[in-house]
């Protein structure tokens, strides 16, 4: 079966754009999660979304948002670009609220903002 | 709130020895688990090993294994036989039932052939 699969691999972007990253959940997996990890640190939580609802959204700017598709896939998009964004954001997916605890990584996205 | 503190940024260990990665954390939960996960140069973050709070008996999957002091609030990770392949960045983490994961910042693992 496939994992969590997203894209683009990698992007630049200039500062005062705005970016989309895509996620693609593992089959059967109602739950998506978003991470941004900057360089040297671990894994910051950003959104949980479950049936197409929020259920988390972490210490992150409005300029941070997301969505997830009828077909659990989902979406990370973030406005107003700030060099500080540049990170590798990771998608997670999960059975469903309830089985956080089995989250499953997905390659990541760099974004690099210049 | 949860932390997790991983105080060892840097780790070296000769191929085929043995070495442990240190990580302590603090909730006021009871309900709760900890992780431990690899991130090599690939980038891909893959789950070593899961420790249920509520579980006495310390995690193992084949050369890793955990030391889990509840009241202590530790959970340390021994790599047995250390292989070449086990070169990686290692995150110890908190999640729980309906919630996010909480990483600590990481360990880089080197392995000296």
């Known amino acids: 079966d496939a994992g969590v699969t997203q894209s683009p691999t990698h992007l630049i972007k200039t500062r005062g754009q705005q970016v989309t990253l895509r996620c693609s959940p593992i089959s059967g997996h109602k739950s998506v999660s978003w991470y941004q990890q900057v360089l040297g640190q671990g894994p910051q939580f950003i959104f949980q979304?479950?049936?197409?609802?929020?259920?988390g959204r972490g210490n992150f700017p409005d300029r941070f948002s997301a969505r997830q598709f009828p077909n659990y896939s989902s979406e990370l998009n973030v406005n107003a670009l700030l060099l500080g964004d540049s990170a590798l954001y990771l998608c997670?997916?999960?059975?469903?609220?309830?089985?956080?605890?089995?989250?499953?990584f997905g390659p990541g996205t760099r974004l690099t903002v210049t | 709130a949860q932390t997790v503190t991983q105080s060892q940024p840097e780790m070296s260990v000769q191929e085929a020895e043995t070495v442990t990665l240190s990580c302590t954390y603090d909730t006021s939960e009871s309900d709760y688990y900890l992780f431990w996960y690899k991130q090599p140069p690939s980038r891909q973050m893959i789950l070593v090993i899961r420790?249920?709070?509520?579980?006495?008996q310390n995690a193992t999957e084949n050369r890793f294994s955990v030391n889990f002091q509840k009241a202590a609030k530790s959970f340390s990770l021994k790599i047995s036989d250390s292989q070449l392949g086990d070169a990686a960045m290692y995150f110890c983490?908190?999640?729980?039932?309906?919630?996010?994961?909480?990483f600590g910042k990481g360990t880089r693992l080197h392995i000296l052939p």
């Open positions: 420790q249920e709070a509520y579980k006495q």
């Open positions: 979304y479950y049936e197409k609802e929020e259920r």
């Open positions: 983490a908190y999640g729980r039932r309906d919630d996010k994961i909480i």
């Open positions: 997670a997916s999960s059975l469903g609220v309830g089985r956080a605890y089995e989250q499953y």
